[in-house]
């Protein structure tokens, strides 16, 4: 008699067995949503990493980065403008291949099961941060409708989190096509919500699916900060 089910990994569809012991025959089987070979292949951000980014260290030379804190992290912080408007980044994983590979799956073929694969680590994650709102960075009406729903929604959702949508995005041109430096100097991106609730002096945590140049967890941070949140950090499944 087979007492548990065997399931599938989510990315590549090898039978995954269950883990047996006392605990799961008294609680159920502890399943996961992906195979060994398919979670070895993402990259966990390696200490030690820039304090405000979140950025491995470990592969750059000593000239890009300077008492913890990576060049591109420095040049934020030389700007009038955007000094101390993110206070920090947190990332579970680099963007390395394989991770740009399900987040394609997940952003544009509408794979919204992708969620479940990061939902136990992005839960603990949230454990250990101090914050009073999670807000997901939103969509494009347009972006909205191609994909069927908001990726960063479905990540705080799978985590067990309530998220709450102070803001919502008023230019819609894809930035995954666009340079660095075409990044940085976008036109504002985002506004409050006209149903925003109240935040003023809360802790402010975004939710992305990837940190790249850090432009538009910025953008969204100066405008609440602007409206009277006290701080704004950021979770993000990636940091490029």
């Known amino acids: 008699m087979q007492l548990f089910k065997t399931d599938l990994c989510l990315l590549c569809s090898s039978p995954i067995a269950p883990t047996i ?43 890009f980065h300077q008492d913890g804190i990576c060049n591109d992290c420095i040049k934020w912080q030389q700007s009038s403008k955007w000094k101390n408007v993110l206070e920090k980044n947190t990332s579970l994983f680099e963007y390395n291949d394989f ?19 990061f939902s136990q680590q992005l839960k603990q994650l949230l454990q250990n941060i101090d914050y009073d709102l999670l807000v997901p960075i939103p969509l494009s009406e347009e972006r909205l409708y191609e ?15 309530e998220p709450i949508n102070l803001l919502r995005r008023i230019h819609s041109e894809k930035q995954s096509k666009k340079s660095r430096n075409e990044r940085i100097h976008l036109p ?19 939710i992305d ?32």
Request: charged residues 20%; glycine residues 6%.
């Open 21 to 63: 012991n006392w605990e799961s025959l008294l609680f159920g089987p502890n399943q996961k949503p992906i195979c060994e070979k398919c979670y070895a292949q993402f990259s966990p951000i390696r200490e030690p990493a820039c304090k405000i980014c979140n950025r491995s260290l470990d592969k750059l030379s000593p000239q």
């Open 147 to 161: 994909r069927g729903f908001n990726q960063t929604d479905s990540l705080a959702l799978e985590a067990g989190a």
């Open 99 to 117: 991770m740009a590979e399900v987040i394609a799956r997940f952003k544009y073929r509408g794979d919204y099961a992708m969620a479940k694969i």
């Open 188 to 206: 504002q991106v985002f506004q409050l919500s006209q149903a925003a609730p109240p935040f003023q002096n809360k802790h402010i945590l975004l």
């Open 209 to 240: 699916d990837v940190y790249t140049t850090g432009s538009t967890l910025r953008q969204a941070a100066v405008i609440l900060l602007q409206a009277g949140a006290k701080t704004v950090q950021s979770l993000t499944l990636a940091r490029g």
